[in-house]
């Protein structure tokens, strides 16, 4: 029979390795559970009833941790064939509409996909099913974006599949945190976004057409969710210094790798010094280049604009610090969330 401090390292190492939020939940539960909170508690913690809380942990009791797999029905049978479906998936990934035969049409729709579905395989979807389908093969309807045409996608997809993958690996001991870095400028005015508002009018965002705003750094913690930030008067080696030893002084022991991307003054001379002291503490390691998608604080830049910076104006910096400190704040108190959001995709 397992003690408890092997039951413990058996869950935290599940929570560092796994992808799915539902998942992440059970395992938390079971943590949550064998430090000693109680029922009522852990139910607060994960935003679920307390007669869920019972049912995780009754089948942690009865199975061990593989007995919190979720099972799902198998429902009716596809009317295309696995094949079919990876065929129809890379023509939408690949492709647009006009390459296969509709003139002038460049972008898919579920019409569209419908009609191709007909004249390919033969089969018949309503509008509804195919919408259904879309989502079984985990596509989804969104705007496209734009790449940096320097970008590799080559040393993309090294990090990606590579890279990446090897160090969660390690994580098993090697590594303690992981964490990804990045900086950003918030501005008085950032950007308009889509917002309800009366019908026929727009909302009025007034600006004196002044770039004022602050500078932020931060860290975001794969496994753990948590996040260390700050904010400076400066984007240089100064300052990226000072919030190495920020991030130090956050993790007190244990070996920190921290992925960021190739920005000057991440490879400034005045680290060195620095690095070399930390050197069995603290590791970079550097995206590819022209690769901000693969940095997960990306997402982090764009959940705080959208909150509190996306069509607002503000008359002061102090303002801006004051909204953002109260972001930040509390983000941090649901570390769950913030992984649910930001990491489970890598």
């Known amino acids: 029979m397992q003690t408890l401090e092997e039951q413990l390292y058996e869950v935290e190492q599940r929570l560092k390795h796994e992808k799915s939020r539902r998942m992440f939940e059970r395992y938390q539960t079971v943590k949550l559970h064998l430090i000693g ?45 696995k094949e079919q479906q990876e065929k129809l998936k890379k023509t939408i990934m690949d492709c647009v509409p006009h390459d296969v035969g509709f003139t002038a049409k460049f972008n898919w729709t579920l019409q569209i996909i419908r009609e191709y579905i007909h004249r390919e395989f033969s089969k018949t979807y309503s509008i509804r099913g195919v919408s259904k389908l879309m989502h079984r093969m985990e596509l989804s309807y969104t705007k496209p974006t734009y790449t940096l045409a320097a970008a590799d996608e080559e040393k993309q997809k090294l990090f990606v599949e590579t890279t990446f993958p090897r160090l969660k690996k390690l994580e098993n001991g090697e590594i303690d945190h992981l964490l990804f870095e990045d900086e950003s400028m918030i501005r008085d005015y950032q950007a308009l976004q889509k917002t309800w508002f009366a019908k026929g009018k727009q909302r009025i965002i007034k600006t004196t057409g002044k770039h004022r705003g602050v500078k932020l750094l931060a860290t975001l913690d794969y496994a753990e969710g948590k996040i260390v930030w700050r904010e400076d008067e400066q984007y240089n080696a100064e300052a990226f210094l000072a919030f190495l030893e920020q991030v130090l002084k956050a993790y007190p022991s244990g070996k920190v790798v921290m992925i960021l991307d190739n920005a000057r003054i991440h490879h400034a001379k005045l680290l060195e010094d620095f690095l070399n002291e930390q050197k069995d503490r603290l590791e970079l390691v550097f995206l590819p280049p022209y690769s901000p998608k693969l940095n997960l604080v990306e997402g982090l830049w764009k959940w705080l604009k959208a909150d509190v910076i996306n069509n607002v104006f503000y008359h002061t910096t102090a303002e801006i610090r004051k909204n953002v400190e109260a972001f930040m704040d509390r983000i941090m108190k649901e570390p769950l969330k913030i992984i649910d959001r930001l990491c489970i995709r890598m």
């Open 37 to 81: 909170k109680n029922n009522a508690d852990i139910a607060v913690s994960i935003g679920r009833k307390e007669s869920t809380v019972d049912t995780y942990l009754r089948l942690y009791r009865n199975k061990g941790l593989d007995g919190l797999q979720m099972k799902f029905s198998p429902g009716p049978p596809e009317q295309l064939s």
